[in-house]
């Protein structure tokens, strides 16, 4: 898949280039640099098998996992701490928000 492979190339730059993983720099790095590739054009791609969905959240966890005191949570937990949601809870309020806006006539060509 090529937002996968798109995702993990740039989180892997990222990772090796950044050496202090401060919460702050590296969610302004994941939120500009990775994330626009998981969720470019998600209401036309949306992955619907299982194991696309998993593996696209697959980068999340991965990024989770980099920053400073966050190695020993489980994946929830971490995404508690950083206020961030699942690509699925995503990708699920971002469809909803298109369908709000084609039942109220506010869809931009």
């Not at 697959?58 to 949601?85: A, H, P, S």
Request: hydrophobic share 35%.
């Amino acid at each position: 898949m090529y937002a996968f492979n798109k995702a993990t190339r740039v989180l892997g730059m990222i990772k090796r280039t950044i050496r202090h993983k401060d919460t702050r720099v590296m969610m302004s790095l994941y939120k500009t640099l990775v994330r626009p590739h998981v969720e470019y054009c998600v209401s036309a791609w949306n992955p619907h098998y299982i194991k696309d969905k998993k593996l696209i959240e697959k980068v999340q966890k991965r990024f989770t996992k980099t920053i400073n005191n966050m190695e020993g949570q489980i994946y929830d937990e971490r995404l508690q701490c950083l206020k961030l949601w699942t690509l699925e809870e995503s990708r699920n309020r971002q469809d909803l928000i298109e369908v709000f806006k084609i039942c109220n006539w506010a869809v931009e060509d």
